[in-house]
């Protein structure tokens, strides 16, 4: 699938921002209390958006990592169902 026909659901709840020490690939973003310390709790939202990492980026992910496992429907579903159990806890 062309690159810029890809959309990630992304609902901006910051719940992912909320819990980077989970990952390995994110930890080093937590600022000491689990939260990125690129993200405003507040407004909900990343302070470097557009200079965002490559971790943080999905559709970056999919093209690094993914793609010749699975397609982009299949690794968008696997992430809901990531985004889900965050927001569930």
Known sequence: MAKSTRNFPCNQCGECC???HMLAETASLD????ICRHFDVDLKSCRIYLQRPDICRVDRQYDLHYQSAMTWEAFVELNQIACKTLQAS
């Open 18 to 20: 909320k819990h980077v």
């Open 31 to 34: 600022r000491g209390d689990g």
